[in-house]
């Protein structure tokens, strides 16, 4: 069975999102989602305060008053740095060795946060998953993915893979090793093009039957070794975004359009709107025929 099969399927097909980071007072930050004209987010988590089963009754209730459907929380962990390739190794997720344990029990507080915030699915990246299976590092991130998938299981949630570290078939052979059925991918096409890790449309067919969720990004390929690419307003860099869409909706994906501009401020703002218009148009063509 197909892991999309048993999402509940409470917005309109393609819904359009945006992906929101709240930091120390999501209360505050929430409106963001409000001021660009949607109603529905993936989230960041907040502060460490805010992970208290009190503190998330509170923003659920917020949350709810503003009629705001958060579709995913995020993981995210101290220490992890994006400057350039070699720092994202050495940082992000579970595959630095003297973090892993301490970020296991974080992400278990995450996810249950997430379940007090009633969102079925928290997203997070792995880091850079090694593209040998016999590397004895790759038993390892398996193992701690696997654990926590297993954590959400018991939440009745899903665990949801950011794409872009790794290749396409490095994504689908660690989909096929972990070996659960909760467990799907976030797909960001412009995450692969900004890491260099190949085309992201033959990624999304690859692995496609495992997409629960997707990130509106764009971005140009990097122009110096080990440094990322650049991100680009949505429709402005290499993704192709309506192939993207159309691509999407031929495998049968019908949750959010979650738009991503990593930037902050006023541009932030007036990009993700802008991306917002984009992907009005291109989900009527698409949709309607
Ligand atoms: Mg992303």
């Avoid at 949630?157 to 790794?166: D, N, P, V, W």
């Avoid at 495998?251 to 990009?271: N, V």
Wanted: hydrophobic share 40%.
């Amino acid at each position: 069975m197909c892991i999309r099969d048993r999402r509940a399927m409470a917005l309109e097909p393609m819904a359009i999102g945006v992906m929101l980071g709240v930091g120390e007072s999501p209360e505050e930050s929430i409106q963001k989602v409000l001021d660009v004209g949607v109603t529905n987010a993936q989230m960041g988590r907040p502060g460490d305060a805010w992970l208290e089963p009190g503190k998330a009754a509170e923003l659920k209730q917020k949350i709810d008053e503003m009629g705001i459907t958060i579709t995913t929380v995020f993981c995210g962990f101290d220490g992890e740095s994006y400057a350039d390739i070699p720092t994202v190794r050495e940082t992000v997720g579970f595959v630095p060795q003297a973090t892993r344990a301490a970020r296991l029990a974080k992400a278990k507080q995450i996810a249950d946060f997430a379940k007090i915030l009633g969102v079925d699915i928290v997203a997070a990246h792995v880091g850079f998953v090694p593209e040998e299976a016999d590397d004895p590092q790759y038993a390892e991130v398996v193992a701690v993915v696997g654990e926590f998938a297993d954590y959400l299981k018991g939440n009745g949630q899903k665990l949801s893979l950011e794409t872009g570290q790794e290749t396409g078939p490095t994504l689908l052979r660690f989909l096929h090793d972990l070996g659960r059925d909760n467990v799907g991918v976030n797909f960001d096409p412009a995450n692969m093009i900004l890491y260099g890790s190949g085309d992201p449309i033959a990624a999304l067919r690859l692995v496609g039957q495992y997409v629960i969720g997707c990130h509106c990004k764009d971005g140009v390929p990097p122009t110096e070794p080990d440094q990322l690419g650049t991100e680009m307003p949505l429709g402005q860099g290499d993704v192709g975004i309506e192939r993207f869409i159309r691509t999407l909706h031929e495998l049968g994906y019908t949750g959010p359009l979650t738009i991503e501009r990593e930037i902050t401020g006023d541009q932030q703002k007036a990009d993700i709107i802008e991306a917002r218009a984009l992907l009005e148009e291109i989900r009527a063509r698409v949709l309607g025929g």
